[in-house]
C-alpha cells in the first residue's frame, strides 16, 4: 500500500524559509512514470499545485511561486522535499505532498494525483 507522510515545522517565522520532508513507501521512486508532487490549501482557498518532481530529479514549479520554490528528492531514503523561500503570513496553509503517475502525453505538471499524505499545516507568523 502506497503511503505518504509529511513532516517539518508547524511554525515558520515570516521572511525564513520553509522546508517539509514528504516519506513514501510502499512505491520506489525510481519509478519512471511516477512523480512527486506538492499542494498547499490556503484558508478560505482551493487547493493550489505548487510543483512537481520526476524520476531524474527534473522540476517543474508554479509561475506564481517559481522566484520563492524548490523541490529536490534523496530517491535512496524515498524521500522528496519542499523548499519555499521568504515565507510570509500569506504561505499559512495545509500541505500536502502526493504521488502522481504520468500519462500517455509525459507532461509531469499535469500527471494526475492518485496517492496523497495526510497533510501537514503550517502557520507562517513571528
Known amino acids: 500500500q502506497v503511503q505518504l507522510q509529511e513532516s517539518g515545522p508547524g511554525l515558520v517565522n515570516p521572511s525564513q524559509t520553509l522546508s517539509l520532508t514528504c516519506h513514501v513507501s510502499?512505491?520506489?521512486?525510481?519509478?519512471?512514470?511516477?512523480?512527486w508532487t506538492w499542494v498547499r490549501q490556503t484558508p478560505g482557498k482551493g487547493l493550489e499545485w505548487m510543483g512537481v518532481i520526476d524520476v531524474d530529479g527534473s522540476t517543474d514549479i508554479s509561475p506564481s511561486l517559481k522566484t520563492r520554490t524548490s523541490i529536490s528528492r534523496d530517491a535512496t531514503r524515498n524521500e522528496f522535499s519542499l523548499h519555499l523561500t521568504h515565507v510570509t503570513p500569506e504561505d499559512t496553509a495545509d500541505y500536502y505532498c502526493?504521488?502522481?503517475?504520468?500519462?500517455?502525453?509525459?507532461?509531469?505538471?499535469?500527471?494526475?494525483?492518485?496517492?496523497w499524505g495526510q497533510g501537514t499545516r503550517v502557520t507562517v507568523s513571528s
Open positions: 510502499g512505491a520506489s521512486m525510481a519509478t519512471r512514470r511516477y512523480v
Open positions: 502526493a504521488k502522481g503517475t504520468v500519462g500517455p502525453d509525459g507532461a509531469i505538471w499535469r500527471a494526475p494525483l492518485d496517492y
